[in-house]
């Protein structure tokens, strides 16, 4: 009889995990309301997750992380040069919103009802907006690391004094002052 036991609870053990995973597939709670219904094993409620368009929680995640990539130490601020953390919000928002309506643009309407090929074209859509982000962040950093190396400095350069020799010529080496050698004949 403790054997009957044993083995039911084994049996049962699967079918919480499969819950526990089936519950993990939701990460974005802002997202449940536009999902795509899954069919449930087992009898489980079912979930539902979409690829495209990311919901508004996500894209202000994306946008934090172009501010900190911009302002903050990276790979992009060791060669391009960090920018200042208000300046780095507005271009960050500006790249986002770029991306996405490209994205978003470019993103073709699902032709039929098949869920797979929905959720490829969404995928897609998604590699796009991502690209896009990319594109035009190494855009910014490059335009505004141009702008900076052509623009004068801020604080004017220290001049260093020429060397004497090239400073002012010796006695025997003077320029005539304006007057001729062949006026004096």
């Known amino acids: 009889m403790a054997e009957a036991a044993v083995q039911q609870q084994e049996h049962e053990q699967p079918e919480h995990q499969e819950q526990d995973a089936v519950a993990e597939v939701v990460v974005d709670p802002d997202e449940a309301e536009k999902k795509k219904p899954q069919p449930s094993p087992q009898g489980l409620p079912a979930m539902t997750f979409t690829i495209w368009p990311p919901s508004q929680r996500t894209r202000d995640a994306v946008i934090s992380r172009l501010v900190e990539t911009l302002s903050k130490e990276s790979i992009l601020s060791k060669r391009y040069g960090a920018i200042p953390g208000d300046e780095a919000a507005a271009v960050a928002r500006q790249i986002e919103e770029e991306a ?15 869920a797979a090929a929905a959720d490829d074209l969404d995928i897609g859509t998604l590699q796009l907006y991502s690209r896009e982000i990319s594109k035009r962040m190494l855009s910014a950093v490059k335009a505004r690391a141009s702008a900076a190396s052509s623009s004068p400095p801020s604080t004017p350069p220290i001049e260093t004094p020429p060397p004497a020799s090239a400073a002012a010529p010796s006695s025997g080496d003077e320029a005539p002052s304006g007057e001729s050698e062949t006026s004096h004949a």
């Open 100 to 114: 996405f309506a490209a994205a978003a643009a470019a993103s073709p309407a699902p032709a039929s009802a098949d």
